[in-house]
């Protein structure tokens, strides 16, 4: 059974930072490529960042860019989002989801999702 679990969530003030965790199983944690996206209230889903096996990284939202870092760690089966100097407008609840190749291809290309973590930015 595929499982992606988040936690690291809570509640930050604005420029503060947060480590969000995606503990994966049921699957080859060494061949797919899994990520994060972030849905805000009364907003579509967004994919913020993706990591393979290679560690080759894409981001796919701007606005992260500098401030978001992603990684994987291949002994605990989990990936990581790095969240620094957090802003108001990064309140969202952020899912971890597995790609459906190896690769970090377009968005649809996700498959399986975890149930989410909150993340709110105190302004």
């Known amino acids: 059974q595929i499982q992606l679990v988040e936690s690291g969530g809570g509640l930050v003030q604005s420029g503060g930072s947060l480590r969000l965790s995606c503990a994966a199983s049921?699957?080859?944690?060494?061949?797919?490529?899994i990520g994060w996206f972030r849905q805000a209230p009364g907003k579509e889903r967004e994919g913020v960042s993706c990591i393979t096996a290679n560690f080759d990284v894409t981001e796919y939202s701007d606005s992260i860019k500098g401030r978001f870092t992603i990684s994987r760690d291949t002994a605990k089966s989990a990936v990581y989002l790095q969240m620094n100097s957090l802003k108001p407008e990064d309140t969202a609840v952020y899912y971890c989801?597995?790609?459906?190749?190896?690769?970090?291809?377009?968005?649809?290309?996700?498959?399986?999702w975890g149930q989410g973590t909150q993340v709110t930015v105190s302004s």
């Open positions: 049921g699957f080859d944690f060494n061949y797919f490529a």
């Open positions: 989801a597995r790609w459906s190749s190896s690769k970090c291809l377009a968005l649809h290309h996700t498959g399986f």
